[in-house]
T-cell receptor, first 114, second 110 residues
């Protein structure tokens, strides 16, 4: 079956702009998690959605937001972009994200903020 | 604050050599996972360890979970160029959340 897909794969924006990233989970998966990966901080958890509801949230400012649609596809939005938002944004899907559910990661969206 | 510390951050070895990388924490995790990430791709799950003291083998890779469930190690025997990648450990804690370490970058030179 098809894996997790993320669009776009690469994005260049300037400070102050906003951006929307998209994630399509594996068919049948209802949980989608988002992570930010940078060389300095590694992978940091942004938020997790399950059945259109945000279940968990990491320690990121309110400029970072997300949503999930009824077909489990998810989007994340970053407003008023800062240079420090340059990172690889990864989404991961799992059946339920309970206990040892395996998370399957997409290839990520590489965001560069100039 | 990083919950999981991985060491060494970078390791370069010759093909055929053995290597061990570590994942340490002061926190207890209900389970710990190891992923490998290659350039341009997302992390791929290699193994999940659940029981303190547990050892799991995946071909030439051996994973061990510490008795107190706070640390783990990954040992690769007779490393091959295909083992090159960023190895990430992640601990499952509280409310089904995963905390990742910064990773061990392994380069195997042919």
């Amino acid at each position: 079956k098809a894996g997790v897909t993320q669009t776009p794969r690469y994005l260049i924006k300037t400070r102050g702009q906003q951006v929307t990233l998209s994630c399509s989970p594996i068919s049948g998966h209802r949980s989608v998690s988002w992570y930010q990966q940078t060389p300095g901080q590694g992978l940091q958890f942004l938020f997790e959605y399950f059945s259109e509801t945000q279940r968990n949230k990491g320690n990121f400012p309110g400029r970072f937001s997300g949503r999930q649609f009824s077909n489990s596809r998810s989007e994340m939005n970053v407003s008023t972009l800062e240079l420090g938002d340059s990172a690889l944004y990864l989404c991961a899907s799992s059946l339920t994200l309970a206990g040892e559910d395996t998370q399957y990661f997409g290839p990520g969206t590489r965001l560069t903020v100039l | 604050t990083q919950l999981l510390e991985q060491s060494p951050q970078f390791l370069s070895i010759q093909e055929g050599e053995n290597l061990t990388v570590y994942c340490n924490s002061s926190s207890v995790f209900s389970s710990l996972q190891w992923y490998r990430q290659e350039p341009g791709e997302g992390p791929v799950l290699l193994v999940t360890v659940v029981t303190g003291g547990e050892v799991k083998k995946l071909k030439r890779l051996t994973f061990q979970f510490g008795d107190a469930r706070k640390d783990s190690s990954l040992h690769i025997t007779a490393a091959q160029p295909g083992d090159t990648g960023l190895y990430l450990c992640a601990g499952l804690y509280g409310n089904n959340r995963l905390a990742f370490g910064k990773g061990n970058q392994v380069v195997v030179i042919p």
